[in-house]
C-alpha cells in the first residue's frame, strides 16, 4: 500500500500580521486598497501579532459568521480572505488549508421536524429596497420574450446533439425564471419598515451609523438593512448581523463591544443619519 503523504513543514514564528504584509505584496496596485481593508478587518478581530499557525478552520468560520450577513454578495467579497488562507498554505505558514472554512452554513435537513408545516417569517425590507426589488423583478421579466426567441431561433437547429446555442438558452432561462419566482416570494412575504415620523435618534432600519474603533479612532461607515439587502462592499449590513444587533437601538455617543479571538473590540458611534 502507499505511504500516506506527510503535511509540508510550517514556519512556526509568523504571525498573522507579517503574513497579510507578505500577501499584500502580491496584490496589484489596482486591487491593494481594497485587499487592504479587507484584511485588515480579519487581522485586526484576530490579532496581528498571533502566530499564524494558531489559526484553525474553527476560528476563521467563526469570522465570516460573525462579521457578514449570508448573502451572495458577502461571499464573493470574503474571496480576499479566502484568497489570503490559500496563499498561507501554498507558502506553509499554515499545515492546512483554512479557505474553505470561509462559507455560509445553510439549515441542515435533520433541524426539521418531519411533518412539521414550514412557516416563512416575513422579510423586512426599507422602502427603498422594496422599490430595488421591484424593478430588478420588472426588468427580469421583460428578459422572457428575448428569451422565448432565443429558443425558438436555437430550437430550428434540427441536430440537438451538438446544439451548444439552445442548451445556453435553456440555462439562461432556468436561472431567469429561479431569480424570478426567489423575488416574488420576497415581495410577498416583505414587510416595508418606514423611517419614523418622530425622527427618534436612537438606531433603527435603514439608518446610516458611523463609529469609530475606540482604540485607534478609525470611522467605518454602516447602513442597517435586511439580509436581503446586505452587502458588506457597499457598507449595508444586516439587522440581524452581530454587529448590527449591537448597533441596533443605540444612541450617538454610546460605546459597543463585540467579542473577537483578539480580545473585546470597542467601537464609539459617532453620528446617526436618518
Known sequence: MPSKQKPLPVNPGTSLGEAATQFLSTASKESAPEVQQELLKFTRWYGLDRPIIDLTGQVVSSYSEQFHSNTSQTIEHLNTVKTFLSYCYQQRLTPSNLAPHIRVKKPSARQQTPGSVKVEEPIILTREGHEEL??????????????????????????????????????????IEGQIRDLENTLKRARVIETPEDKSQRITMGDTVIISFVESGEKIRYTLVSSKEANIQQGKISLSSPMGQALFNKEAGETLEVTAPSGMLKYRIIEILK
Do not use: C, V
Not at 144 to 165: G, H, Q, V, W, Y
Open 134 to 175: 421591484k424593478r430588478k423583478l420588472a426588468a427580469l421579466k421583460e428578459e422572457r420574450p428575448k428569451i422565448s426567441e432565443e429558443l425558438r431561433r436555437a430550437a430550428a437547429d434540427k441536430d440537438f446533439r451538438e446544439n451548444a446555442p439552445l442548451e445556453a438558452a435553456r440555462e439562461k432561462q432556468g436561472h
